[in-house]
């Protein structure tokens, strides 16, 4: 899978969108693990949520192609930076 992360970490700084990691909101939606350089700490351990490709086999494999996934991910990235970058 071919989706390329620009590591801009606006995804990381809004998880207070994701109810699924509440756990890991540090009270301003800014994830915990979230180093100074917009780098994950717990990259190799962290939730499938956070792993593109992890959620596409267990949640899409068999409802969407590889490239439509991924094409949809990076259309959502497209549209948080949209959002964040022009306020």
């Known amino acids: ?3 390329a992360c620009d590591r801009c970490g606006i995804c990381c700084q809004h998880i207070d ?3 699924q990691l509440k756990e ?3 009270g301003n939606g800014r994830c915990v693990h979230l180093s100074e350089n917009n ?4 990259y190799l351990d ?6 593109v490709e ?5 949640f899409f494999k068999g409802n969407i192609s590889e490239e439509e ?3 949809q991910n990076k259309m959502g ?8 970058h022009n306020n």
Do not use: A
Not at 39 to 42: A, P
């Open 69 to 71: 996934y991924v094409r």
């Open 24 to 26: 890991f909101d540090s």
């Open 17 to 19: 969108l994701i109810p």
């Open 54 to 58: 992890r959620m596409y086999e267990l």
């Open 39 to 42: 780098l994950c700490e717990i």
């Open 77 to 84: 990235c497209s549209e948080l930076k949209n959002k964040y």
């Open 46 to 51: 962290r939730p499938d949520i956070c792993n």
């Open 1 to 3: 899978m071919m989706f």
